[in-house]
């Protein structure tokens, strides 16, 4: 990340304080979210950048989403024991791939992140864009 004015209001959020993972989620999301307005069409994906130009798609999201949480990780010395992982894949709704509905390469595939512990193997899934719109904090990943 280098996006300075981002550094500045993460280190702003964070000074000062030791955060759990779960605290790492909730800013992550909460600074994406806040940056962020969703749109349909092609735009950067570079998390540099999508804090500037204030819309994204999933990508996007997912982007800006992973680049707070790994920076907050790092500041907080606790690379040893997490990761945010940005992943692709396909969005089903009770086990329908909602991909089929639509005709489009936009819905080819879908952006989301993993938080793994490196320590105990658990792994949560997150999907900032699901969550910025539908308040999904997280999700499942087969």
């Keep these: 990340m280098t996006d300075q004015n981002l550094i500045k209001e993460i280190n702003v959020q964070t000074e000062n304080k030791t955060l759990s993972i779960e ?6 999301n909460k600074i ?13 994906s570079n998390p540099n950048l999508v804090s500037e130009l204030k819309k994204a798609n999933c990508i996007g999201y997912s ?16 690379t040893d024991q997490y990761e945010f992982i940005h992943l692709i894949g396909k ?11 639509f005709n489009t390469p ?10 793994h512990d490196k ?4 792994r949560k899934f997150v ?3 699901l969550r910025d719109y539908l308040r999904i904090e997280y999700i499942t990943s087969e």
Excluded: A, C, M
Excluded at 37 to 44: E, L
Excluded at 91 to 101: E, Q, W, Y
Excluded at 106 to 115: A, L, P, Q
């Design 119 to 122: 320590r105990t193997g658990e």
């Design 63 to 78: 982007s800006l989403f992973n680049s707070i949480g790994n920076y907050i990780i790092r500041k907080q010395k606790l």
């Design 91 to 101: 969005l089903d709704f009770f086990g329908f791939n909602i991909h089929k509905l």
């Design 32 to 44: 994406t979210s806040e940056k962020l307005k969703f749109t349909f069409n092609k735009v950067s």
């Design 23 to 28: 605290e790492i989620i909730k800013l992550s």
């Design 106 to 115: 936009f819905f080819k595939n879908h952006d989301f992140n993993e938080i």
């Design 127 to 129: 999907d900032p864009s």
